[in-house]
């Protein structure tokens, strides 16, 4: 089967400090693209990056992530984080399986402090 | 900006009630997708649609079903409604795989289940 593992349910990072959020995978289907997707609070969960390159870093709003499939991993980055950051953020594979669609990891939520 | 509204917003039922979530989408999107919402697990897939009459298993998808009447148009069907089923409901639509398939989703909708 496939999966993705997200390892920290919560993340507390100072404001104007880096923040990194873990993302692994395992994958037998066919794996289109890797997604981070963002939702605040009372809000749906809208899309913050896309890649489907491998070691190549995507970059939006501030945040960056790299597929590096060598390492099943697309881990989330940025390097000063913001009191606006705080939110929930879910990784995402778009598998290709009897159509496609996303699965999803069980999110981590990052709360930035002052 | 692509728009996917869901209908109701919130919605409380009895165990052994019988609701219907709707979900419709301006997109002109292939895919449709039903996910739940709930801590510690995620977003889960529950069913999913690439058209009109079409109809796939997601990952949960006990006590639920779905239909596709339109390529707008995606109903959540409970028909005898548990307290498990307790959650919050988003809808989301995509364009197929390698076309920019990103997520695009609804408001939610909060099921209470008493």
């Known amino acids: 089967g496939d999966s993705v593992t997200q390892t920290e349910g919560l993340v507390t990072v100072t404001e104007g400090l880096p923040v990194k959020l873990n993302c692994t995978y395992q994958?037998?289907?066919?794996?289109?693209?890797f997604f981070w997707y963002v939702q605040y609070l009372n809000e749906a969960p809208q899309v913050l990056l896309r890649?489907?390159?491998?070691?190549k870093r995507t970059e939006h709003q501030g945040f960056h992530a790299t597929l590096h499939k060598s390492s099943s991993s697309f881990h989330l980055q940025k390097s000063s984080a913001q009191l606006s950051d705080s939110a929930l953020y879910y990784c995402a594979l778009s598998l290709a399986n009897s159509g496609t669609y996303q699965r999803f990891g069980t999110g981590t939520k990052l709360q930035v402090v002052p | 900006e692509a728009a996917v509204t869901q209908s109701p917003r919130n919605k409380v039922t009895v165990t052994g009630g019988n609701v219907t979530l709707s979900c419709r989408q301006t997109?002109?999107?292939?895919?449709m997708y039903w996910y739940r919402q709930d801590t510690g697990h995620g977003l889960r897939l529950i069913h999913y649609?690439?058209?009109?009459?079409?109809?796939q298993i997601g990952d949960v998808p006990d006590g639920y079903k779905a239909t596709r009447t339109t390529q707008e148009d995606f109903f959540l069907l409970l028909e005898l409604a548990s307290p498990s089923q307790t959650s919050l409901y988003f809808c989301?639509?995509?364009?197929?795989?390698?076309?920019?398939?990103?997520?695009?989703f609804g408001h939610g909708t909060k099921l209470s289940v008493l």
């Open positions: 989301a639509s995509s364009a197929p795989a390698g076309t920019n398939e990103r997520l695009f």
């Open positions: 649609s690439y058209g009109a009459g079409n109809l």
């Open positions: 994958t037998t289907y066919l794996t289109i693209a």
């Open positions: 997109n002109s999107h292939n895919y």
């Open positions: 890649s489907s390159t491998d070691n």
